[in-house]
């Protein structure tokens, strides 16, 4: 087996695609995932904590899913908003691919499934869902989040969860140190083991 994580660029191993069907905005769909990405299996536990605390999308504008996967928030969120533009960012390839596959699957035309490095960079966000890659360490994630929680817009809110045992403490109080004074954090709820945190910008 090849010697990859999710957070890859492009995994190595042979692309074995599989079907499976899961709950997103209230239905069941069919929909592709597949080896050498985050959870193929099922929605991961700290999505569904993430997308069952979290009110629904605003309307309109551009929404961020950073660090999609294979879609579950970011297929949600353009389910929910039709008339939004849903940034899916990842750094793996073959995530990305699956995010189109599924989205074009559901005939969804507004989800945008891209590198970070593709996201123009005058793009500000209505609101940003996460499930964040703790696992790329903690430099890095850093690094992420004060990248992209600073083009959240005005009265809006991003919400990232974070399991307990991985540090959601540690990383609410460094958001709560890190960030300019009109972001105000705060932990919005507590579940199976996660935190769902909510970055408000006033």
């Not at 908003?81 to 990842?90: E, G, L, Q």
């Not at 940003?128 to 790329?136: E, K, T, W």
């Not at 974070?162 to 609410?172: E, K, P």
Request: hydrophobic share 40%; proline share 7%.
């Amino acid at each position: 087996m090849a010697n990859e994580h999710y957070f890859s660029s492009d995994p190595e191993s042979e692309l074995k695609l599989r079907q499976i069907r899961v709950p997103l905005s209230g239905q069941f769909y069919d929909l592709t995932t597949s080896n050498g990405i985050f959870s193929p299996e099922r929605i991961d536990a700290g999505t569904h904590v993430l997308l069952a605390n979290t009110p629904v999308a605003p309307p309109g504008g551009d929404f961020l899913d950073l660090g999609c996967g294979w879609g579950p928030i970011a297929l949600t969120l353009a389910l929910d908003s039709p008339h939004s533009t849903v940034w899916a960012v990842d750094v793996n390839e073959r995530a990305l691919d699956l995010v189109r596959r599924n989205a074009e699957s559901l005939g969804l035309v507004n989800v945008n499934a891209v590198r970070p490095e593709d996201v123009p960079a005058d793009v500000s966000f209505r609101t940003i869902r996460s499930n964040p890659p703790i696992r790329v360490g903690k430099d890095e994630l850093h690094s992420m989040l004060e990248t992209w929680l600073p083009r959240l817009e005005s009265e809006s809110d991003a919400w990232l969860v974070v399991q307990r045992n991985l540090g959601a403490d540690s990383l609410h109080r460094w958001l709560d140190g890190t960030l300019p004074e009109h972001f105000a954090v705060s932990r919005a709820a507590t579940n199976k083991g996660y935190r769902v945190l909510r970055v408000r910008r006033r």
